[in-house]
């Protein structure tokens, strides 16, 4: 059983940067897939980033590309999440998520998550 803690999320002005951390423990982390997803208020779980166990694929979300960098330190147990430019937009609970499968970027390929972290812009 892998468990996984955000953090980092905080209040930030639009343009503004926040970088998140996720904990994993009780698994082996580098055999997973990592994610990051968000949700917004009253709107679908969806997907941001993904990075596999050596970090040799990595996906975005059109909306956030070019903006977001996942990345992962398989020693630490850990995979951040560096938010640049952010928009309201952005603002959503963060999940970190962990799993396997061939379709990186679906819910459905991560079997484990953490609790959330909230990530709120306001200026």
């Known amino acids: 059983q892998v468990q996984l803690v955000e953090s980092g999320g905080g209040l930030v002005q639009p343009g503004g940067s926040l970088r998140l951390s996720c904990r994993a423990s009780?698994?082996?982390?580098?055999?997973?897939?990592m994610g990051w997803f968000r949700q917004a208020p009253e709107k679908e779980r969806e997907f941001v980033a993904t990075?596999?166990?050596?970090?040799?694929?990595?996906r975005y979300a059109d909306s956030v590309l070019g903006r977001f960098t996942i990345s992962r330190d398989n020693a630490k147990n850990t995979v951040y999440l560096q938010m640049n430019s952010l928009k309201f937009e952005d603002a959503a609970v963060y999940y970190c998520?962990?799993?396997?499968?061939?379709?990186?970027?679906?819910?459905?390929?991560?079997?484990?998550w953490g609790q959330g972290t909230q990530v709120t812009v306001s200026s």
């Open positions: 998520a962990a799993g396997n499968g061939p379709l990186l970027t679906s819910r459905d390929t991560y079997h484990y």
């Open positions: 009780g698994g082996t982390f580098s055999r997973y897939v």
């Open positions: 990075i596999t166990w050596g970090g040799g694929s990595i």
